[in-house]
């Protein structure tokens, strides 16, 4: 049935016929946020989507011309590090010794690897994009429009020349973006410590602390808490030795174990 469905859309050209109704209504600009191709799409694709064929839709439903632009993202890190991959290679050095042209053509016909299964997803959700004259971020057209918006930016007098702290990766050579940082995240084991803070008074009576980063703790002049957390003070008694400790109730069994009650 759905098969059925999807053939006779595109039979009737369901889509060109909203287009074509709308065509004379108030504008309402959108451009598809582009994906890269050179990826499979995930779940969370059809998430976003549906989102954003809600509101297009309903504009379009209000009688606006909704041109719904497909586009295509060519450029980034993640690119050229999955075509590294393919060749077998590692790092800018290589990459010249290749040679950047002959790089850059691999990298241009990557990014397409999976255009079908990307609008094979969209055809089955039913999230309608003009993907026969699509913006391809590789193209001239495009981005000599980014060279224009910065221009433009300019004689306004809205640059400014600032600084500003960025991750950097030294095997490939260049900055690297929050998103391109984030892709690189992996669990890892990593030294840490715990320090028994006391409180005022010269009691026994101590605040847990942990911490990745010990040498901070020189310069620290107060100790946060969370006013809507749960903190439980655990007490250990030897002899006439009655020791407590205060941390969060959540931890003590992880923290504590079976010695403290």
Known sequence: MEQELLARWEQEQLFEQT?????????????????????????????????????????????????????????????????????????????????????????????????????????????????????????????????????????????YRGYKILPYCPRCGTSLSSHEVAQGYEDVEDPSIHVALPLEGGTMRRILVWTTTPWTLVSNAALAVKADLDYAEVVRRTGDDRRSLILAEARVPAVLGADWA
């Not at 504008?27 to 059809?46: C, D, L, M, S």
């Not at 586009?71 to 690119?79: I, S």
């Open 19 to 159: 287009l074509e109704a709308t065509k004379a209504g108030e504008p309402f600009v959108f451009f598809e946020g582009p994906p890269t191709a050179n990826g499979r799409p995930g779940i969370h694709h059809v998430f976003a989507r549906t989102i954003k064929d809600l509101v297009c839709r309903h504009r379009a439903m209000h009688g606006r011309s909704v041109a719904r632009k497909a586009g295509w993202d060519t450029h980034g890190l993640p690119v050229e590090i999955e075509v590294e991959k393919q060749l077998g290679i590692s790092g800018k050095q290589q990459i010249e010794e290749i040679g950047v042209e002959e790089f850059n053509r691999r990298c241009r016909e990557s990014v397409f690897t999976y255009r079908g299964d990307w609008e094979r997803l969209s055809a089955r959700i039913a999230y309608w994009l003009d993907y026969d004259t699509p913006y391809v971020t590789y193209s001239n057209d495009y981005v000599e429009s980014v060279w224009w918006a910065l221009a433009t930016l300019f004689d306004k007098d809205l640059l």
